[in-house]
């Protein structure tokens, strides 16, 4: 039987050939000659009609690629099958070219048994099935669980990949699929609350203890979407990541920090008390001390206080360290703080001259209550520091847009340059430093935290500049 049909391109009988809106190439099955081309498969290759025929069907298509079906052997798959599809990557004269789906069928062009392909540009839909299945190999392979569920947590899942098949140690991902979505939760007020989360918000993620098709448990990280279709049923698309490990560390750290914080508090309670103790024994002896032990006696003070002082500084540290992921901040008095820590340390060291340029912008900034700490320390670096006997230490604060700038300016040393960014290191000093080496590593992780900034500038004529930038709190509280 003779499937085959007629097809004529001359004058006469144009308009069906002319008129199909895809394009159309005859070409005969023993030479690969093209035989005839409508005007749309012309425009779609950018070629003259006239250059196309006569050419091998072979040169239509992009150099260096070959087909999965040859040539010479697609009228062969055409035989008895009525029509055969194909996918050819063509080209253009532009020297580009297209995707083209060939909808081949055997016809009859002027007594001549010829090939007769229906082309359609499929570029679009081509690269959109290799981005899916990219997609889809990514999702087979990422080392995350990847579901979708129906949109009620009694339904079961719809889809899974194999780290999801892993993760609830099912035989395989039909086994997986037969379970409900709600027995994977270990606490069903969980569940509940997670779904009611979901239907609120859309999207969720959180921290859930989840179980296995074998009952154990696991703490996972579960993000879920819910997806409402217009012309079908709701469903969640979601992802779990085991965190088993990462909370357990989560926890034993907290607990280390706990038990640091208790030592923390112990110690330098201790450390305090003998301290007080050597303070008012040193007191007694000044009296009965002469002059020539008078040196070892300041020396055995000075040290005492420069042990409490770190006690104090230890103590302001270890609080930042531990909430430094996440500290609390909130909008902060700066005058208040700044002028309460300069009466301070004007107490502390009278032989010394700490003064503020101008006033102190009444504005509130982005900080907590350790920005006490920040004023303390720098104040008291700035004169353990000096190499006078009555040093001096200006301090001026000036506001911008969005940021207060504090100066705290000595005429000190200086640091030299090769020194600058080592200071606020753990543990540094400066030169012949008495302070305790952590002060200025305070300094600098509180300013951080808050969002901010801080550098060292050289002051003039001798001296050194440290330079805070901080950020000014909403409605930032100027009177």
């Not at 940021?403 to 040393?413: K, S």
Request: aromatic share 6%; charged share 30%; glycine share 8%.
């Amino acid at each position: 039987m003779d499937d085959s049909i007629t097809v004529r391109t001359g004058a006469g009988s144009p308009s069906l050939f002319e008129q199909v809106p895809d394009g159309l190439l005859v070409h005969d099955p023993e030479t690969g000659t093209v035989r005839a081309v409508n005007g749309q498969f012309a425009e779609l290759t950018g070629f003259d009609r006239e250059g196309l025929v006569g050419r091998h069907v072979e040169d239509l298509l992009a150099d260096d690629w070959h087909p999965e079906t040859p040539v010479d052997r697609l009228a062969d798959a055409t035989d008895g099958a009525g029509t055969k599809t194909v996918e050819w990557l063509l080209k253009r004269r532009d020297s580009g070219t297209f995707w083209a789906e060939l909808s081949a069928s055997s016809v009859e062009l002027d007594g001549d048994r010829c090939v007769l392909s229906t082309v359609r540009d499929v570029t679009d839909r081509k690269r959109r099935q290799d981005e899916l299945g990219r997609f889809e190999e990514l999702v087979e392979h990422v080392p995350t669980g990847i579901f979708r569920a129906r949109g009620d947590p009694d339904g079961t899942f719809v889809e899974a990949n194999p780290t999801m098949v892993e993760l609830f140690g099912a035989d395989g991902k039909s086994e997986l699929l037969d379970v409900t979505v709600a027995d994977i939760y270990a606490d069903p007020t969980d569940r509940r609350a997670f779904f009611e989360a979901v239907d609120e918000k859309g999207v969720v993620t959180e921290k859930l203890e989840l179980r296995t098709l074998t009952g154990e448990t696991f703490w996972g990280l579960l993000t879920v979407c819910r997806v409402d279709p217009v012309d079908g049923d709701p469903y969640i698309d979601g992802a779990i990541k085991d965190v088993t490990e990462i909370r357990e560390y989560q926890r034993v750290l907290e607990e280390q920090n706990e038990r640091l914080e208790l030592l923390n508090r112990i110690v330098r309670h201790d450390i305090r008390n003998d301290m007080q103790l050597v303070q008012g024994m040193t007191d007694l002896l000044d009296s009965v001390v002469d002059e020539t032990n008078q040196p070892q006696l300041e020396t055995i003070r000075t040290r005492t206080d420069h042990v409490i002082e770190l006690t104090d500084v230890m103590g302001d540290l270890m609080e930042t360290l531990v909430s430094e992921a996440d500290p609390d901040l909130e909008p902060t008095h700066l005058s208040y703080v700044l002028n309460q820590e300069i009466r301070e340390a004007q107490s502390s060291y009278p032989e010394a001259t700490i003064r503020t340029r101008g006033n102190v912008p009444l504005v509130e900034v982005v900080a907590n209550d350790m920005l006490s700490s920040v004023f303390r320390n720098l104040l008291n670096n700035a004169v353990q520091h000096s190499d006078r006997d009555e040093p001096t230490v200006t301090v001026s604060a000036s506001v911008g847009d969005e940021t207060v700038t504090v100066r705290v300016a000595d005429d000190g040393p200086g640091i030299p340059a090769e020194l600058e960014d080592d200071v606020f290191g753990k543990g540094e000093r400066g030169i012949e430093s008495e302070g305790t080496g952590l002060g200025l590593y305070l300094v600098s992780t509180l300013v951080e935290q808050y969002g901010g900034e801080v550098r060292i500038e050289d002051n003039d004529p001798r001296g050194t500049v440290f330079v805070l930038q901080f950020e000014l709190a909403d409605g930032d509280g100027r009177s």
